[in-house]
């Protein structure tokens, strides 16, 4: 299991280091040379992902589970899902805030911007796979008085519709009012350095540029290509000056800022009681400016760097809705008048993408949030009226997870239903799997008035699956008593039905001795038609003859029957343009292997098999080979 963490962790690092590099190689360039030397129209320099398919994975979650298990599963999973990433996202924005200093002094600002949204591509790209196949329970769960979590989401709730409707609300009625007298730039000088500036940045669709009197600051409004808007304030700016401020702007409409943007707003209200996500979303729309200044005065001299640093001491404001704005608050202007003045050469940033990236990987899932506790008697079984013992299997310490499980057939079923019950534990998951582990174990299913339920108790787990619960995996929270349990099954009870199970055909195809289907055999349709045991003669019912088979330059067939035949087999072969049927008796057969006919056609098997119980089946096996056109 840890060897797939560490795939993943490997895989993503390498995306995020390929990618940051990818668009860091080509944003460098355009500013070192002016041209852009490897042309690729509509090009964006988004690192992977754009961050709002983090809000966009959690409502497809959400439908999905709906659909599938109901609303109930679905409003608890996605719960459980958001108090987790909240917290993980909490911690993590921690760390970044205290270490940010020490990283801005050493790596790029486009590194550290994208620091801040790293984690959209754990959730986005790989929970699901990842989650399914390497899922580890926390080493850390955080309790909540169940009655303080309903209080809490409640709140939490409201205060998210709140805080996003009011920055949603806010974006809407900034846009009207800088729109509302907007007028287009005629100005051929002015548009004609704007038509080189969007070159460079290789857009299909040139950005409309409008001078707005309501603003004081050159910015860009809109999420989409139809809304985008690049503003000027009204007034005269230099050659010069306008270079510099269409170099900002569309650096910032290449990355897509203003998506990134809505994210941090989403961020805010999806943590909008922590004082912390504002601190963390004020600093990293900081460090998107930041990256912005570094590009456009990538390989300038000490001049040119002046010209820019007095281009923002003479803008003023700071960005409103959801806007990439050239000025700034006086805090974050300081940091940026010092990085464009006094320079210091920094590591553009890739290889520490790709090791934080592989941190997360490794660290997340330590901690978790739950509001679910108590004995699985009052949390699982106490839902249901009528419990009853169907199938127990046992585990001794020691064996291998899938081979340690053994049938026992009697048990004390009042005991044991009691035993289960007075489990103590802790909910930490809902679909995930309990991880192998080489303890003592009981699987039991029951009968109840919804379907099965079935109960996996290992030693430090119990896993719940049932049609209306879905899958549910708790933590143990004491010391299970094995030998309680054991006291309460009969392991010496005999089977009380044997079931036998009909036989069947296993087909190894291979042209010139070496296997044409990967060395994973095909099974041929069975057809019953006499089944003898003790209690007579059935004849079943005969079905269609749906004659699968393969379509593939094969010469000969491996036969492998599950149950040896009482008194041989015959094969028939049919051609399929007409050639004469002919057979083959099984015991003419080196080792089960048929020279298949050197033509395409249907192969009939019959024979009588003996199983266990003294049943014995009389079978008929089809298959088909088809040889593709020479």
Partial sequence: ?????????LLLAFCVWFAFRREWMYETEVSRYGVVLKKRPGRETVVWLSPLLLPC??????????????????????LHLFLSLGLQFSFYYLLLLIFLPLLRRFFSARACATLWVLPVFLYCFPYIIWGAKTYRPPLWVVRVPPAALRVFCIVWAVGFAAVLVWRVAAHV???????????????????????????????????????????????????????????????????????????????????????????FAFCEAFCWFNPLMWAAVRNASSDLELSCDEMVVYGADQDGRKQYAALLLSEAGASQGFTTCLSSSA??????????????????????????????????????????????????????????????TAAEAGSPYSDRYTSVYGWDEAGLTAWVSGLSVTQIDMGGDAPDDSGRGLYLC????????????????????????????????AATDWDAAERLLDFDAPNPDPAPQPPRLMLWFSAEGKSVTDGVPMSADAHRLRITNADGVLEPEPSPITWSGIEAHVTQVRLEFTYPPADGYTVSVEGLDGQPVYEVNGDELNSGVLPLAPYSACYTVRGQFESHRDTTYDMVFYFKVVLPEP
Wanted: proline share 4%; no cysteine.
């Fill in 1 to 9: 299991m840890m060897y797939e963490r560490m795939f993943w962790a």
């Fill in 57 to 78: 994975f959690f409502a497809v979650v959400f439908v999905v589970l709906a659909l599938a298990q109901g609303a109930r599963f679905a409003a608890e999973y996605t």
């Fill in 173 to 263: 009625v900034f846009r009207r009012r800088v729109l509302q007298n907007a007028r287009d730039v005629t100005d051929p000088g002015i548009l004609k350095i704007w038509a080189d500036e969007q070159a460079l940045t290789e857009r299909k669709s040139p950005v409309p540029l409008l001078y707005s009197p309501a603003i004081q600051a050159p910015l860009t409004i809109g999420a989409t290509r139809f809304s985008l808007r690049t503003l000027l304030p009204d007034r005269p700016y230099t050659e010069g000056e306008l270079r510099l401020i269409f170099r900002h702007e569309l650096r910032h409409i290449q990355r897509r800022d203003i998506d990134t943007k809505i994210f």
């Fill in 331 to 392: 805090r974050s202007l300081r940091r940026r008048l010092k990085n464009i003045v006094h320079p210091h050469k920094r590591l553009p940033g890739s290889l520490l993408l790709a090791a934080v990236m592989a941190a997360l990987v490794l660290g997340t899932g330590f901690v978790t949030v739950s509001g679910t506790y108590g004995t699985l008697g009052e949390l699982v079984l106490s839902g249901f009226e009528s419990l009853e013992i169907q199938t127990v």
């Fill in 446 to 477: 029951f009968q109840t008035e919804t379907g099965l339920l079935w109960v996996d108790v290992t030693e430090r787990y119990a896993k719940v699956r049932n049609s209306v619960l879905g899958s549910r995996l708790y933590r143990l929270d």
